[in-house]
């Protein structure tokens, strides 16, 4: 941009407006106290998910044993086990509720018996049943259950970060409310106020999954849960860009879904689409997790394969140029959407009054 | 100079504006006039770029004004708005450098212009906890902080008390005598009437009438008069080219019709009859130009 005036002074061009929109959209969640209360409940339920369940859960199962028979077959297994010397000091145990269930000696054919108070110890029986050994043609290198923790792990991020979006709705129609936007838009391009919009929150995104990054393994270590987090972490490597991408792609959706009303009043009304695109891949990772084929065609549909392709990954059920073929699918569409989104935005920036039908923002532009 | 050619601009089949053409010239404080809906902010919108026309120009200094051109314009809506949530002297400098002016200038422009708007002791505050009054003052703060080419204000004074207008006045005048072009609009007559330099008045989406006020009072006034003698001033009916107006005792008011010296045959009338008090020409009010030219 050159200066036409001949006036002394410089002139903003794109990429600086750009930051200045950025920097303050930053600045104000910064200072929002909704925004440290989000992030620490999240940061706090992080550690609640991790530490809470071996502290109430109280440990290992405790378990009488009388007998050198019922040692025997308690030996190997993950019960804590309190030897006594007969069936009544071990019924006495059990109905004080200070073992779950004692384990006695008995003439039929395994040898034992177990004795419990209101239920069968389901927990205690499962330990002492000898399963045949298994041969795994087709082996994962990662259990169901650590997959299905890092499904629901990444989804509910996914659903944190893309419903976080609302911020930058919530921003623009602040702006369209206070009418602000008319200085705004005849002082820098549209398009930088878009961008600088998303730039903002994307930068506040990144910075959130930063610190969910450091707590997360503090969090799991805390709570005994090491083992997990070496399996874990590799998985996020490719989460994060994923993550990232995803969000750009979201966030021009949720710009224009504010530039579409003039009242907060009225947000309700034109987020149905997004909440749907966040939702959606939300609800669809999550059911067919266990159907590879659907899983595959979701790892690589933009918007789900934010979730989906970390999932395959951590799995080791897709390969790593998959991976940057869906990444580079989700940057494109990810440009595309905020190219489209520009448009929308200028067309319905200025509008106000009732909510604008993005096919009249779309020929609105001018 | 700011030029406005022939611009037209419709929204669907409504006609807002056609043939809008009139100039701000350097140094002037130019009025912007005309009724409710009669285009007023939808000239400005366009000059600012938030609105685009369907036809004619707009240039500055000659050229097509740009956006590069208008970072440098001072712009104050006529729907107030400012971040609610953020510091007063806070946005203030933001704005000015979104404008192009680097930290420091802002800041220093932001402290000056508060302290001269009286409000340098609320810089601090968040805009929403100001009065309205003195949201305005911040809103006139927000247009100047970087110390724009050209100023487009649009009804600048609507919401302020009496001494508020006289501050912003001041602000005002200062940046017109250092030589910027500034358009405010208004359909307060008697401020416009007060404060500008040139007037353009507007009426169902057209230039009515446009050029410096005092010759649009000599254009639209030269043929009244009001008369007082100390005797009844009722033969004034007799002289050949007057239409009376009002005749009430010793005091008549008169139009003249074209013919040279009407104006002095009638004095001279009156000196032949004896005491003439006054003899004074009607310059009209700008309400009364207005109510005439649209």
Not at chain 1, 115 to 122: C, F, Q, S
Not at chain 1, 321 to 328: F, R, T
């Amino acid at each position: 941009m050159t200066t036409a005036t001949g006036h002394e002074g410089k002139t903003r061009g794109f990429a600086a407006a750009t930051r200045l929109i950025a920097e303050r959209e930053v600045k104000t969640f910064l200072r929002s106290k909704g925004f440290w209360i989000g992030l620490a409940v999240t940061v706090i339920g992080l550690f609640a998910m991790s530490i809470l369940p071996t502290v109430l859960g109280g440990g290992q199962t405790k378990v009488a044993a009388v007998g050198a028979k019922a040692a025997e077959v308690l030996v190997g297994t993950d019960l804590e086990v309190r030897t006594v010397g007969d069936l009544s000091a071990a019924q006495d145990l059990v109905r004080s509720e200070e073992v779950e269930a004692a384990v006695v000696p008995d003439a039929s054919g395994s040898g034992v018996r177990v004795v419990a108070l209101n239920d069968p110890p389901t927990e205690v029986v499962a330990a002492l049943r000898t399963a045949p050994p298994v041969d795994l043609l087709d082996a994962s290198e990662v259990g169901q259950g650590q997959r299905q923790l890092v499904i629901m792990v990444f989804s509910l991020i996914f659903l944190l970060f893309g419903m976080g979006g609302t911020a930058i709705a919530q921003s623009t129609v602040t702006e369209k409310q206070t009418r602000i936007v008319e200085i705004l838009v005849s002082t820098v391009p549209v398009r930088a106020l878009l961008a600088g919009k998303i730039a903002g929150h994307v930068l506040l995104t990144i910075g959130q999954i930063l610190v969910i990054a450091v707590a997360a393994p503090i969090a799991l270590r805390l709570g005994g849960h090491s083992d997990l987090l070496a399996l874990v972490a590799p998985a996020l490597g490719w989460f994060v860009p994923f993550l990232v991408l995803g969000f750009v792609l979201l966030a021009s959706m949720w710009a224009v879904t504010g530039s579409l009303v003039s009242r907060q009043e009225d947000l309700g009304s034109s987020m149905g689409l997004v909440v749907m695109l966040v939702l959606g891949p939300y609800f669809a990772v999550m059911f067919f997790a266990d159907n590879a084929s659907v899983l595959t065609v979701l790892s690589f549909v933009p918007f789900s394969s934010a979730i989906a392709m970390p999932v395959r990954m951590f799995a080791g059920q897709a390969s790593a140029w998959e991976a940057l073929a869906s990444l580079g699918l989700l940057a494109g569409t990810a440009v595309l959407t905020v190219l489209l989104a520009s448009r929308i935005y200028s067309g319905s920036l200025l509008h106000t009054g009732g909510k604008l039908a993005l096919r009249k923002a779309w020929a609105r532009e001018e | 100079m700011l030029t406005v050619t022939s611009i037209g601009r419709s929204f669907g089949d409504l006609q807002v504006l056609d043939g809008v053409s009139f100039e701000v010239r350097p140094g002037r404080m130019t009025g912007f006039l005309g009724a409710n809906g009669s285009g007023k902010t939808t000239t400005m919108r366009i000059v600012l770029g938030v609105l685009a026309a369907h036809s004619g120009t707009v240039t500055w200094r000659g050229s097509p004004v740009t956006g590069a051109v208008r970072q440098r314009f001072g712009y104050m809506p006529e729907e107030r708005g400012l971040y609610p949530k953020m510091g007063v002297a806070e946005q203030i400098a933001w704005l000015g450098q979104l404008h192009g002016l680097d930290q420091a200038t802002a800041k220093r422009n932001t402290e000056r212009l508060l302290d001269q708007l009286e409000l340098g002791h609320r810089g601090k505050d968040k805009l929403e906890e100001l009065s309205l009054g003195n949201q305005q003052r911040a809103q006139i703060a927000a247009a100047l902080v970087h110390d724009p080419v050209m100023l487009i204000l649009d009804e600048p004074f609507s919401g302020l008390d009496p001494i508020a207008v006289e501050t912003v006045l001041g602000v005002l005048r200062e940046r017109a005598a250092n030589g910027v072009p500034v358009l405010f609009s208004s359909h307060q007559l008697s401020v416009v009437e007060r404060l500008c330099d040139d007037v353009v008045i507007i009426s169902g989406g057209k230039i009515a009438a446009s050029g410096a006020r005092d010759e649009l009072r000599a254009r639209y006034g030269t043929t009244r008069f009001e008369l007082v003698v100390a005797s009844d001033a009722g033969w004034v009916r007799d002289v050949p080219g007057v239409r009376v107006v009002d005749v009430d005792g010793p005091r008549a008011v008169f139009e003249l019709d074209g013919r040279p010296d009407a104006d002095r045959a009638v004095l001279e009338a009156a000196l032949r009859r004896g005491t003439v008090r006054s003899f004074t020409p009607v310059v009209p009010t700008l309400d009364e130009i207005f109510m005439e030219a649209i």
